[in-house]
């Protein structure tokens, strides 16, 4: 006679039906990846052309591609939103490692400063719509609208598995990624030819690029009738140019969040495995820190923004005052990226004793943010080298560029001692995966249970070793007292690093971003490679560099949540 168990009553409910799995997954990636490249080199073309005088490639050409572009992923973004996501198990699993909440804080942060630099861009550009292009106009305002809908799209749909749809939702993805690097681009050579026709304007140089000002290029076609005379205009003009950091930010945020998208595009996942970070509450910021990096980092971060602004006051002088700016520069710079990098190797000092597990499960949030963080420091890598080979064998043996020798050659080793503690932190499991050394066969003093059940209720030991006697039972039960401590220890000091770090790469993000150049300042670079060559190598690594710190930035953040 068979018998059945009883079911229990606190039984978890089943699990979805798992979505069929995929024919050829890399055949829909690979037409997605193919329809990207060549979007995005039509898209480098024209903006790239656009930039010089001797190419006949208008502005109008660029913002007729990029407004076609940002139009066709928003059509895109609508029919997934009201069609592939409200598909019968269309999205049957979500990602619970994929757009972590600082993620898309700070897109909806960068995405109202980007609102924030229309605005200044469509006034600007109404300050004289008698010879403008009404395309001009057009541009910022579907940027407005594109910007709006897509930070929508990324803060509900971020962590989606979709399995409806799957080679229009990856070409669609792709698509909308091409948009935001094309974006990216566009405003990287705006700004690098902008940054090229100050230096030139102030050395009385003449230079073969022209300037992305929109001003300028209608008074060459139109014979001067434009003019930016009112100080409204000059307001506008100057105002979006400062915002264009963070219209850069936006566009690589939202980059990153739809490759992770793309890559969860047909993805079986077994459960919806929960999370390992959640977003920090301000309250408890810095309530398990020792605040010491807090505290230091704060420090460093308000002195950084004094030397930034008598930088930016005194560089533009007289040769003295210059001078004396980018030494107190590249003095700030040594502090810091030499305190950077100590602290770095003191967390993975630490790391050594941690008996944390490696996290080995399939992560692609993971995967992308290793690869951005290697990839994006190749850019300072280069300037650097740059800069140590012409201060090397270049004539010069002066202060300035004993200085500058010293921060190249300490942004190289800030760079890799940051990225290997970053990524082993990334890699590290949740503080709970850290075994205890309580003997598992050692009973618990002064517990009985009635019966089995109970062991469901009460756990087998303390979650936190304490003495149940006068004294402890042996040197297993002694030792078991102490782990607490020291772990709690560790966890500590590794958060006091994180943050600290990542104050420490918020003021160096804001100094190059904002306009501060003290490779064209200085003339070691220049006088020995020739202001054209050293301006592209500048102008093409520079960009990465910027985005290398605000992703360390929320590479830190992260590190703090899972220490």
Known sequence: ???????????????????PREVWKKGGRLLSVLLAVNVLLLACTLISGGAFNKVAVYDTDVFALL???????MVWILFYLLGTARCPDGVPYRDAHAGPIWLRGG???????????????????????ECQSAIKILYPLTQAVFVIVQTYFLWVSAKDCVHTHLDLTRCGLMLTLTTNLAIWMAAVVDESVHQSHSHSSSHSNTSHTRLALDLERASSAVGGDCSCDTAVCQIFQQGY???????????????????????????????????????????????????????????????GLAVFIIYEVQVSGEQSRTQQALVTYYSFNIVCLGLMTLVSLSGSVIYRF?????????NPTRTLDVALLMGAALGQYAI?????????????????????????????AQHTFQNVFIIESLHRGPPSAEPHDTPPKEPCHGLTFANLDALHTLPACPPTPRLVGPSPAGPQEAASIIVAPRSHWRRRCLKDISLFLL???????????????????????????????WAAIVNICLPFGIFYRMHAVSS????????
């Open 354 to 362: 941690d008996r944390r597990a490696m996290d080995q499960h399939k």
């Open 241 to 303: 140019f400062y915002l264009y950091p963070f219209n850069i930010e936006y566009s690589l945020f939202a980059s990153t969040m739809l490759y992770v998208m793309w890559k969860n595009v047909g993805r079986l996942l077994a459960s919806s495995t929960p999370s390992h970070s959640h977003a920090p509450s301000p309250v408890s910021l810095f309530r398990e820190t020792f605040f010491a990096g807090p505290v230091l980092g704060l420090m460093l971060f308000v002195v």
């Open 384 to 412: 650097s080298y740059y800069s140590i080979v012409a201060v090397v064998a270049g004539t010069p043996r002066d202060l300035l560029a004993g200085l500058n020798l010293a921060h190249a050659l300490l942004m190289i």
């Open 107 to 129: 897109l909806v942060l960068f995405g109202i400063c980007t609102l924030v630099m229309d605005v200044f861009k469509t006034g600007y550009y109404s300050s004289f719509f």
């Open 503 to 533: 104050l420490c790469n918020i003021i160096l993000w804001i100094m190059p971003a904002f306009g501060a150049r003290p490779h064209f300042s200085n003339t070691v670079e220049v006088d020995f490679y020739g202001y054209s060559l």
């Open 556 to 563: 830190l953040l992260e590190v703090y949540v899972m220490s």
């Open 67 to 73: 407004t076609t572009m940002l139009l066709l992923a």
């Open 1 to 19: 006679m068979s018998t059945e168990l009883p079911s229990d009553p606190k039984e978890s409910p089943p699990a979805p039906r798992p979505a």
